[in-house]
Nanobody
């Protein structure tokens, strides 16, 4: 059974940093991509970033580019999302999701391609 567990969320002041972790288990190989999505109250789910396994490409939403960094530790089956220079508008529940599809630029941000989802971790940025 595939399982994704997020951690690392919390309350931080604007300008602060957090590191989110997504620990994956149940995969038989490292051939899966991990995407991060977020959803704020009353808003639609938004793609944040993705780490693609086939060529180690990384993708970012324009709203977080230059502030967030995604990385992967294959030995630990964990993907990290470093959140820097946080803004109040970054407040949301952050979810990691996994897909065994080959992720390319055209599809990384579409949640429908991701087969497995974690339970989410809350990030709150105060002004």
């Amino acid at each position: 059974e595939v399982k994704l567990v997020e951690s690392g969320g919390g309350l931080v002041q604007a300008g602060g940093s957090l590191r989110l972790s997504c620990a994956a288990s149940g995969f038989t190989s490292n051939d899966y991509a991990i995407g991060w999505f977020r959803q704020a109250p009353g808003k639609e789910r938004e793609a944040v970033s993705c780490f693609s396994y086939n060529d180690y490409s990384t993708y970012y939403a324009d709203s977080v580019k230059g502030r967030f960094t995604i990385s992967r530790d294959s030995a630990k089956n964990t993907v990290y999302l470093e959140l820097n220079s946080l803004k109040p508008e970054d407040t949301a529940v952050y979810y990691c999701a996994a897909t065994t599809l080959v992720v390319v630029r055209e599809i990384w941000s579409s949640w429908k391609w991701y087969e497995y989802w974690g339970q989410g971790t809350q990030v709150t940025v105060s002004s």
